[in-house]
Nanobody, 127 residues
Framework: QVQLVESGGGLVQPGGTLRLSCTASGRTLDSYVVAWFRQSPGKEREGVSCISNYDGSIYTVDSVKGRFTISRNNAKNTVYLQMDSLKPEDTAVYYC????????????????????WGQGTQVTVSS
């Protein structure tokens, strides 16, 4: 069993930057593939980016590619989501999730494949 806690959300102006953290307890995150998801009111949950524990491969969806960067620091048992050039449409609750998968990641994360979830952190992009 692993527990996930997100942090780093907040209010930022368009064009601004935030870095989200997903810190694990209970087990080490290097045993899992980890992903970031987001959900806005009235919209379906969207997989944003994921990072493999197998080979370090990364997949990021087109809507945030070039602006968002996922990374992991196994020594700190933490996965990050660096978000640059934020836009109002990035406003959402952001969740990290961990799942059992050993392989290269090459598609958007699917929430049905992730077992452990954090409680979410709100990101609001507004002037």
């Amino acid at each position: 069993q692993v527990q996930l806690v997100e942090s780093g959300g907040g209010l930022v102006q368009p064009g601004g930057t935030l870095r989200l953290s997903c810190t694990a307890s209970g087990r080490t995150l290097d045993s899992y593939v980890v992903a970031w998801f987001r959900q806005s009111p009235g919209k379906e949950r969207e997989g944003v980016s994921c990072i493999s524990n197998y080979d370090g491969s990364i997949y990021t969806v087109d809507s945030v590619k070039g602006r968002f960067t996922i990374s992991r620091n196994n020594a700190k048992n933490t996965v990050y989501l660096q978000m640059d050039s934020l836009k109002p449409e990035d406003t959402a609750v952001y969740y990290c999730a961990a799942g059992w998968y050993e392989g290269t990641v090459n598609r958007a994360p699917d929430g049905r494949e992730y077992t452990y979830w954090g409680q979410g952190t709100q990101v609001t992009v507004s002037s």
